[in-house]
C-alpha cells in the first residue's frame, strides 16, 4: 500500500495506523491526513495448536514471527510487541503472505507465531487450526488516511468532501437501527459468524469526521522509534491536513 501510494498509482490509501506512520518514516513525501477507525486494532498472538507457548512471554527468546510482507502491521506490531514487554532478544520475521499463509506458517514449523486481527482469528481457533495465545491493544486508532504532500496540498476541498461522505456512511452504517442488515453484510463480506461480527461492532469506533489527533500520532511516533521500526520525528513531518 505504501509503497503505491508513495508511486503514484495510488491517490489515498487506508493503512493501519503504525503500518502508515512507518511507512511515512521511509519515504518523506507521504502523509497522514485523516482518521478512519478510532478505536484501537486488537492484534491478536497466534501459535500452533500444540506450541508447548502458554503467555506472551514464553515468545521473548527471540521466537519467529510470521508477517505478511516487509513494512507491513504484522512485523511493525511485533517489534511493537517486543520492545511494550521489553523483551531482551528480538524476535526474527518470516514472510509468510497473507492469514492463509501465516496459519499454514505456523502449522507447518516456519514460524513460531503471527499478529492478526482478533475477530478475523475466531473462524480460526474455532476450527482448531491455530490457539490464541493472547491480545495486543495499541493506544491509538486503528486505521489512518495517506496520501502524497502533494496530493494533499492540491486537493483539499476534494478531501474535505470526501472524508465528510465517509462520516455520513460510517454513521449509517453504525446506527444500531440497521443492527442486523449491518451484521448480515459483514457475514457475507467477510464470512464472519453473527456472534463474530456483533462482537465486532461492539468494539469498533469510527471517526466520523476524519480528525486527526496529534497526540496520538505522536504516541505511534514515539512507540516505533523506541521499537526501532523507525527515527525519531517530529509529528509536523507524519501529519498533513488538508
Known sequence: MIKRLASGELDIAICVTEGLV???AGNKDLRLFGTYVDSALPWAISVATDAK??????????????????????????????SAYEW???PSMVVLG???????????????AFMWERTTM???YAANEVRYLGTVRPPWPAFSLGATAQ???GNGDRIKNLLAAMGRVEHAFMDNAWADQRTQYVCSKLGYSPDDAQQWAAYV????????????????VDALTRAGVMDQCQVSDVVQLP
Open 22 to 24: 512507518a511507512g511515512i
Open 53 to 82: 507457548y502458554s503467555s506472551i512471554d514464553d515468545l521473548a527468546f527471540g521466537a519467529r514471527f510470521g508477517i505478511s510482507r516487509a513494512g507491513s502491521g504484522s512485523e511493525v506490531m511485533a517489534k511493537y510487541m517486543a
Open 151 to 153: 496530493f494533499v496540498s
Open 205 to 220: 469506533r469510527y471517526n466520523e469526521s476524519g480528525a486527526v489527533d496529534e497526540s496520538k500520532v505522536k504516541a505511534v
Open 98 to 112: 497473507d492469514v492463509h499463509g501465516l496459519v499454514k506458517g505456523v502449522q507447518e514449523g516456519n514460524a513460531d
Open 88 to 90: 531482551k532478544v528480538q
Open 122 to 124: 475466531q473462524r480460526h
